[in-house]
């Protein structure tokens, strides 16, 4: 071998790592469905379809005055247009979270906060314009 040139350092060893038993590849969808189930992005995943189904969840006239907003610590927050509407919500709020629950396959909602909208304002428009 040559002689090395000063200040050359050699590569360190990769590590090899040995699996136990047969050396079989898993599938993509597989490692994606494990993903989806441990993961943060998983959890937001699911929680999203709350806001894509939500007209089926509660039915075309109620989504019209209500909407959902937000979900934090298993608790979701549904804007909703007028205190009457904001009273009909809260008392369909275990039929809408068992729902969803039973939709998500798991008990991801375990309550749900009312948020009223200002006074003019409307879903999707801003203040005046809708």
């Known amino acids: 071998m040559p002689p090395r040139k000063?200040?050359?350092?050699?590569?360190?060893a990769k590590k090899i790592i040995r699996r136990r038993g047969p050396n079989k590849p898993a599938a993509v969808g597989d490692i994606l469905q494990d993903l989806m189930g441990k993961s943060l992005l998983g959890k937001q995943l699911k929680q999203a379809r709350i806001f894509e189904n939500w007209e089926e969840l509660v039915g075309p006239n109620w989504s019209a005055h209500g909407r959902p907003h937000s979900v934090k610590d298993?608790?979701?927050?549904?804007?909703?247009?007028?205190?009457?509407?904001?009273?009909?919500y809260a008392y369909r709020k275990?039929?809408?979270?068992?729902?969803?629950?039973?939709?998500?396959?798991?008990e991801m909602i375990t309550d749900i906060y009312f948020l009223l909208l200002a006074d003019g304002e409307s879903f999707g428009c801003p203040e005046g314009k809708g």
């Open 6 to 12: 000063p200040g050359y350092k050699r590569a360190p």
């Open 74 to 88: 298993r608790t979701l927050r549904i804007e909703v247009d007028s205190t009457v509407w904001m009273h009909r």
């Open 94 to 106: 275990i039929a809408i979270m068992r729902k969803i629950n039973q939709m998500l396959e798991e």
